[in-house]
């Protein structure tokens, strides 16, 4: 038999899956407010009022994936 290609999974779908077995109480985060899902990444601004990040909202694959640190788009802006 031929095996089916594994497509990966949709953020969308992710997020899905994540809020079927969720908790009422679960946190949101990133700029869509939503649960944890998915690859996520954290921004190292001490002040950064979001603080975790869907790979998927701020434009982050395993491919592009930062290798060292990672400062998220409001606060690089606050930066300059």
Request: glycine letters at 4%; proline letters at 8%.
């Amino acid at each position: 038999k031929k095996k089916k290609d594994l497509q990966p999974k949709s953020p969308e779908v992710l997020y899905k899956e994540a809020l079927a077995v969720a908790d009422v109480g679960e946190p949101k985060y990133c700029y869509c407010n939503r649960i944890s899902f998915g690859e996520m990444i954290a921004c190292e601004c001490a002040d950064c009022p979001i603080e975790w990040f869907h790979f998927s909202c701020v434009g982050l694959t395993e491919d592009n994936r930062p290798k060292g640190t990672w400062v998220c788009p409001d606060c690089e802006r606050k930066k300059k």
